[in-house]
């Protein structure tokens, strides 16, 4: 078998990097060759993840078939996320958390997902299933991916399972959960330092709505006014990407991870606005709508939201 | 949560039963109400195997969101294979071991394949995983499709991880694999007490190939001649299914499980049996070509015609 290239989704985040991280090392313990790689470079988070448990960034692809048959995909298993080239390649694995929408394969092959709030909680549960060691930095930058899924175990997408392999991860990394975690989740909170389009569109993804595409992005703070200072160049933003890209809608979910609270603000079309008000019971003024209690785009944004159509 | 409907493919095999059955059986240690069901009427060797280790039938379902709202899918994972109303239903789990399909869920869900010849292959891993002990029986039905798939880890979809689950089972189940397996294998080939139709359709599933949908079944016997002193009205038979359903042929592969060698019947076009002819490396005469060595559908015989079209 040719050396198999590991990696998570396209415009990753710290669990897609970490995760083919920590699944490559396994692989390689059970004497298998396999590389981690990504389909992307990684945002500020990431960064700090990396840098506290002694990790060399990855090698960025965007194809794979020039240098190998074989692939491993963790924390994705849609087409669209994957690398370009996915058809020309046999997929050796899949593991991952999220819903399964358009794979298949042409043979059997290892296969799996669970309803965790992170992929490194499986992958946890697949090193102590094989008997594999994990070492200070692997735990280190898988309990990082935890914590940013989850949103330091207050979105709603945790589970138990994700707060007590997060525990046993601090243990084997020597840090305390909750110091580490606020430092990792404000390291990735720079507003000051990004362009209006990359508050905007840096973890945007879209979702179809009443058969047109709306764009919903998201982006965590320690202090909403961060984003609300900039608010008039911030929504000009997002409006030519409207524009530009033919959305009904983009609506931006600014998190404060202090307090677990998000304001929404949002251009698009008047029917839209009308959705949202009713989605989350408010009135929206100035392009903006208070979300309390909310910091699940997947969990508290998306499927409001996708009732009212 | 509702009780889940636990339930292998339609047209059940000795896997698909009992793989519903252990699956269930570890859901209710798990403290999941869970009941194993079956989507058809199972054949003989699969009978046997519920009588050697004292269980009663299922109960045979073809709908059932009339009744729940919550299935677990075992042995299969495409839509056109599982119970009618899947569309209505919440998959809560997949343990299986073909190839992916057309599977997809609107959320996370535990979705389980590995590469192995049986599914009760991947349960055993669980019920260790969980450290739940398995009684008895239910290592006696968990060996019995092993034995089934692999016939007697003869085919070449079994793997190291069959022999050595195979082997754990026997144990617990206080069976010698070699008796118990070739009666469990035997009492699947009575074929006097079948008509031509279920000797031609019994195991049979479609293919398309060129284009065309090409049908393909297979009988196991431990005589070969107990199929071919009845080849005239077995031929005429899957003549007549051919012009029935317009399949470009039907292609049924009478494996001798003694021996592990087959010999396949064919009628339909004669370009197909061009293409049988290349695939195989030999001649039809009288429809019939000579399979030596041949004894799994999926690796051995719909992959080389494959090749061909």
Chains 1, 2 share one sequence.
Do not use: W
């Not at 945002?43 to 048959?69: M, N, W, Y």
């Not at 084997?172 to 508050?199: F, H, P, R």
């Amino acid at each position: 078998m040719d050396k198999i290239l590991v990696f998570g989704h396209q415009n990753p985040d710290t669990d897609a990097i970490t995760s083919a991280i920590s699944y490559a090392y396994l692989l390689n313990q059970k004497g298998l060759e396999a590389e981690a790689v990504a389909l992307g470079e990684f945002g500020d988070e990431t960064a700090f993840a990396l840098k506290s448990f002694d990790q060399e960034p990855l090698r960025v692809i965007e194809t794979a078939a020039s240098e190998t048959t074989t692939i491993a995909l963790v924390d994705h298993n849609e087409s669209q996320q994957s690398v370009a080239d996915l058809k020309d390649l046999e997929v050796y694995s899949v593991v991952d958390h999220h819903k399964i929408g358009d794979f298949t394969s042409p043979a059997p092959l290892s296969f799996l997902t669970k309803p965790y709030g992170c992929t490194q909680t499986i992958l946890f549960e697949l090193f102590q299933q094989e008997g594999i060691e994990i070492p200070k930095n692997i735990a280190g930058l898988m309990l990082s991916a935890i914590i940013s899924d989850t949103l330091l175990f207050k979105s709603p997408t945790t589970t138990e399972q994700d707060k007590i392999v997060g525990e046993k991860l601090a243990a084997i990394a020597e840090v305390d959960i909750e110091t580490y975690g606020l430092d990792l989740l404000k390291s990735g909170t720079n507003v000051d330092a990004k362009s209006a389009t990359e508050i905007a569109e840096g973890d945007a993804k879209s979702f179809e709505m009443g058969g047109k595409p709306v764009r919903i992005g998201q982006i965590n703070v320690v202090d909403v006014d961060d984003v609300l200072k900039r608010k008039e160049e911030v929504l000009s933003t997002m409006q030519d990407l409207v524009t530009d890209n033919d959305y009904s809608a983009f609506f931006l979910v600014v998190t404060n991870i202090l307090t677990s609270d998000s304001e929404g603000l949002v251009v698009g079309s008047e029917d839209f606005i009308q959705h949202a008000e009713q989605a989350f019971a408010g009135k929206v003024t100035d392009n903006q709508i208070a979300l309390p209690g909310v910091v699940s785009r997947k969990k508290q944004v998306v499927p409001p939201l996708e009732k009212t159509f």
